[in-house]
C-alpha cells in the first residue's frame, strides 16, 4: 500500500539537486560573483577616483595608477591577486564564452573559448609588482580587440 498525504501528487518528485552541466555551470557562477568582490582592488580604484565599471576603459585606468602600493609586498601580491581577479571578471563578463576554472592545485584560471587559459592572479601580481603586463593589453589580447 502507497503512503498518501494531503498535497501528494505522484507525477511531481522533489526538486533534485543539479547534475553534470547544470552543477558545473552553478559553481563558476558562484566562482564569478566572489571573484568579481576585488575588495583592496577597489578601494584603491575609488581613493583615486577610478570606477571600476567591468569595462577595458577600467583596466586602462588601473595601468594608469600610480604604483605607490609596490614599498610594502605585501600590499603589492594582495593587490596584484585582486586585480588579477578583476581583470578575469572583466574578460568573464565582456569576452563570449569565457569561464573561470579552478586548476588541481586551486588556482583560478580564465578559460577563453579557444580554450585557452590565463593564469588572471599571476598575471594581476605582475602588474602589481613589476607594471607589466598591462592589464587592458591583455583583455585586448584575450578578447582579440
Known amino acids: 500500500m502507497e503512503n498518501r498525504f494531503p498535497g501528494h501528487r505522484p507525477d511531481r518528485s522533489p526538486t533534485a539537486p543539479p547534475t553534470g552541466r547544470a552543477a558545473e555551470h552553478d559553481r563558476e557562477l558562484a566562482m564569478a560573483e566572489m571573484y568579481g568582490e576585488c575588495g ?3 578601494e584603491l580604484a575609488e581613493s583615486a577616483g577610478v ?3 567591468d569595462t577595458v576603459e577600467s583596466l586602462t ?3 594608469q595608477l600610480l604604483p605607490r602600493w609596490r614599498d610594502d609586498r605585501q ?3 594582495w593587490l596584484g591577486t585582486d586585480a588579477g581577479l578583476y581583470l578575469g571578471t572583466v574578460i568573464r563578463r565582456r569576452v563570449p564564452d569565457a569561464r573561470w576554472r579552478l ?4 588556482r ?3 578559460v577563453l573559448g579557444t580554450g585557452f587559459e590565463l593564469d588572471a592572479t599571476a598575471i594581476g601580481r605582475d602588474w602589481a609588482e613589476q607594471g607589466a603586463p598591462q592589464l587592458a593589453a591583455v583583455y585586448r589580447a584575450a578578447s582579440d580587440d
Open 40 to 42: 583592496l582592488l577597489r
Open 103 to 106: 586548476a588541481a592545485d586551486g
Open 51 to 53: 570606477r571600476l565599471d
Open 75 to 77: 600590499v603589492s601580491q
Open 61 to 63: 585606468a588601473l595601468d
Open 108 to 110: 583560478p584560471l580564465m
